[in-house]
């Protein structure tokens, strides 16, 4: 079992604003980073630490924290945003790696 | 361009070893935190285990008897080995580079795992 928790399942309207959440004790300590993985294909980082984009990531991804929950927010969602999103970050001793088991996303 | 590649057997017999190694080119393996991840078919990210800069080495606990994590500083490069795989084994195995992030305005940190290797299925079947 994860010691981050995900809704398993997601659905957004194009052009609409869609929030994704993942809840774990360990986000009070360290922020959680936020994973975009279409099929096939290795993960990629969309968002890590206060909100920051990696160069290359549209802006209408965006982060946010608030306790013990981190989530990804996607403002004006495309059909190539579809896809599973994962929340990472360190357990509550810092020592571990942790993932959230994962949101699939999909675009209407 | 820091650039990650697994390598090792596709197949791998039940009850044996399972042996890859992730080959680190436009950084020294010497900084940041490098770890072993797995994806079993149509499932979620499992973390196995990191190297760190200094040579730390930590395991998932669910795993942690079975799994060993080595680095060779000379080839820049470092392996994961598997020991005493079944069938649930059976995943993609990624390595990736783990990197710290401080934020000085909220006094918080976290790490997040900015390069991954593009993954390589192995299989456990006799």
């Known amino acids: 079992s994860s010691e981050l928790t995900q809704d398993p399942a997601v659905s957004v309207a194009l052009g609409q604003t869609v929030r994704i959440t993942c809840q774990g004790d360990?986000?009070?300590?360290?922020?959680a980073s936020w994973y975009q993985q279409k099929p096939g294909q290795a993960p990629v980082v969309v968002i890590y630490?206060?909100?920051n984009r990696p160069s290359g990531i549209p802006d209408r991804f965006s982060g946010s924290r608030s306790g013990n929950t981190a989530s990804l927010t996607i403002t004006g969602a495309q059909a190539e945003d579809e896809a599973d999103y994962y929340c990472?970050?360190?357990?509550?001793?810092?020592?571990?790696?942790?993932f959230g088991g994962g949101t699939k996303l999909t675009v209407l | 361009q820091v650039q990650l590649q697994e390598s090792g057997p596709g197949v791998v017999e039940p009850s044996e070893t399972l042996s890859l190694t992730c080959t680190v080119s436009?950084?020294?393996?010497?900084?940041?935190?490098w770890s072993w991840i797995r994806q079993p078919p149509g499932r979620g990210l499992e973390w196995l285990g990191y190297?760190?800069?200094?040579?730390?080495?930590n395991y998932n606990p669910s795993l942690r008897s079975r799994v060993t994590i080595s680095v060779d500083t000379s080839k820049n490069h470092f392996s994961l080995k598997l020991s005493s795989v079944t069938a649930a084994d059976t995943a993609v195995y990624y390595c990736?580079?783990?990197?710290?992030?401080?934020?000085?305005?909220?006094?918080?940190?976290?790490?997040?795992?900015?390069?991954w290797g593009q993954g390589t299925l192995v299989t456990v079947s006799s």
């Open positions: 360990s986000l009070r300590s360290y922020y």
């Open positions: 436009g950084d020294s393996i010497s900084r940041n935190y």
């Open positions: 990472n970050s360190r357990d509550s001793s810092g020592a571990r790696l942790v």
């Open positions: 990736a580079r783990e990197t710290y992030y401080y934020d000085n305005v909220n006094y918080l940190g976290g790490y997040y795992l900015d390069y």
């Open positions: 190297i760190s800069y200094s040579g730390n080495i």
């Open positions: 630490g206060n909100n």
